[in-house]
């Protein structure tokens, strides 16, 4: 939750008056029916009226605006760009911005237009008015009919969204606080319910209203718990994430928690495929085995073949069974034949059940074997899914799962995006020491064939799905312990291994790595390794 109230959207203000006022506006887009952005040469300074978020903030990233201009942005165009930026007003202590411009017209009329930028969830709202307080244009338009507190209409005289009469929160008394502390909320403007849960007395009120400013999120278990402009110490026992502006933290948690979302769904999805054909995968494993097990009988009906050969001086037309001694087992026993087909087919027909038997058997055990093989490669996958943190390595094992036909093939795939550049895993451990380590396939056989040099360190953890590490700058004969140990650490840390397990991590160079004709992304073998114990607890 990226939490602003009235008392913490002060900090933001500030941060606008610093950064934008005497500047220019020289471009207006609008994204939507809820977003635009006013450019002030390379700073855009973006709002957002989206009832799950309401915000304004300086955005560096960039956005697609449409090839026809909406109706607003038009108003806003004509009423701002060439105006200068004067001032910035917070109204009172609410969620409510005006920002001043001025401007010479066509006849050298110098004219003054406000922006009033209402973040207030549901009731958001982004309005122009001149200086006789006449609503221009706003993007959001309401007749009396469907807001009864005000008419949100072009040339309609602006008002405030006052519902009700509320203290000042910079001017509030003690007499006033004790009046109102039973729902701050309700009294005081620019208090929020969240806000209101640390004020216990007179003093906890003025605490937070003259607290610094202190940009900062909290994570758990990385979700966002809360970001805010203020430190909450209820949180101080989570991951916290400090910025240096207001800014940077609000395009910080957009960007995050857009991110996170997408990663999740991403995430989710491509789970349920993987998932879906492990599932099949080692449906048809156990199906097979089933068969071979039953299918091992085959080799009976070359045995009662051989029986039938050795007498077939005895063997008559038109008989459907025959006694004869299984010199197999050393017992007499009786052997179904078709009368209606002469002894010597009869006994074809036996080896030729055999033949097909032994075939199907061979086909089932190869078939088996790969299957296995690529069900290693599969959890592999499965690993590095449930661990992708970044949208980057997620969209990389999505390419790999729709190579591999378990997902459909992306669109709009960059044809040279095999000879890329991929950005994978790094540490710089000391000077002129790198260490690199993939976090999917892909990133493996990077790292490994176009990276590595021949005599770099490669390092893998033993017998186990995980990623390939790569150690340039460094020796393999006399390599420093301790960059041996971290390399080895991220081998297993970035590997399918019980958390407390010591494991045997294989290192050697790279020019002993080999990746054989036909295999699956990621896997090698190698020779000429080396032995490295890892062990968490020591």
């Known amino acids: 939750m990226l939490y602003i109230d009235g008392i913490n959207l002060r900090f933001l203000k500030n941060e606008f008056e610093e950064e934008l006022v005497g500047r220019k506006v020289t471009r207006v887009f609008q994204y939507d029916n809820l977003s635009i952005s006013l450019f002030f040469g390379k700073i855009n300074l973006f709002f957002s009226i989206n009832p799950q978020l309401s915000i304004c903030y300086l955005k560096t990233s960039k956005e697609l605006a449409p090839d026809k201009p909406m109706s607003f942005s038009l108003s806003l165009r004509k009423t701002l760009v060439a105006s200068i930026l004067v001032g910035i007003k917070q109204h009172s202590s609410d969620r409510i911005l005006q920002f001043t411009f001025n401007k010479i017209d066509e006849l050298g009329v110098k004219k003054e237009f406000h922006l009033i930028v209402e973040l207030m969830g549901k009731h958001s709202n982004i309005i122009i008015i001149d200086n006789e307080k006449k609503i221009v244009d706003l993007i959001k338009k309401f007749t009396l009919e469907e807001n009864n507190f005000r008419l949100l209409m072009p040339n309609a005289p602006y008002e405030l969204p006052e519902i009700s009469k509320k203290f000042n929160a910079y001017t509030l008394s003690e007499e006033e606080y004790n009046k109102a502390k039973i729902n701050l909320t309700d009294k005081v403007e620019g208090i929020g319910s969240f806000n209101r849960k640390r004020i216990n007395s007179y003093e906890d009120y003025l605490e937070l209203i003259n607290m610094g400013k202190n940009p900062t999120a909290y994570l758990d278990k990385e979700d966002v718990k809360l970001a805010s402009f203020i430190e909450y110490p ?305």
Not at 237 to 266: A, M, P, Q, R
Not at 374 to 402: F, G, M, P
Not at 405 to 418: F, P, R
């Open 234 to 538: 209820s949180y101080e026992k989570l991951e916290k994430v400090s910025f240096d502006s207001c800014n940077k933290l609000v395009e910080w948690y957009i960007d995050y928690t857009v991110s996170s979302n997408k990663v999740k769904t991403i995430k989710k999805n491509l789970k349920k495929a993987l998932n879906t054909k492990i599932k099949r995968d080692e449906g048809t494993v156990k199906k097979l085995s089933e068969d071979i097990s039953k299918g091992e009988t085959y080799n009976r009906y070359k045995e009662l073949g051989d029986i039938l050969a050795a007498n077939m001086y005895m063997l008559k037309n038109n008989i459907k069974m025959v006694e004869l001694y299984d010199f197999y087992n050393n017992e007499n026993i009786l052997i179904q034949l078709d009368e209606k087909i002469s002894p010597k087919e009869n006994l074809d027909n036996y080896y030729k059940k055999f033949s097909k038997g032994k075939r199907t058997i061979e086909y089932a055990k190869s078939r088996k074997m790969d299957l296995e093989e690529n069900l290693k490669y599969l959890k592999s996958l499965e690993y590095y899914l449930e661990n992708a943190k970044t949208l980057e390595v997620l969209e990389s094992l999505q390419e790999e799962l729709a190579q591999e036909g378990i997902i459909k093939k992306l669109k709009n795939t960059n044809k040279n995006k095999k000879n890329q550049e991929l950005n994978v895993g790094f540490e710089n451990f000391a000077e002129g020491i790198n260490i690199y380590y993939g976090r999917n396939n892909k990133e493996n056989e990077y790292i490994t064939f176009k990276l590595a040099d021949k005599n770099d360190i490669w390092l893998h953890i033993k017998d186990l799905p995980g990623s390939h590490v790569i150690i340039k700058g460094a020796d393999i004969d006399t390599v420093a312990d301790e960059v041996l140990f971290r390399a080895g650490e991220l081998a297993r840390a970035y590997s399918k291994v019980e958390e407390d397990n010591a494991v045997q991590v294989d290192y050697c160079l790279r020019k002993f790595v080999k990746k054989p004709k036909g295999s699956k992304a990621g896997y090698v073998i190698y020779s000429n390794e080396r032995p490295l114990l890892i062990d968490p607890d020591n």
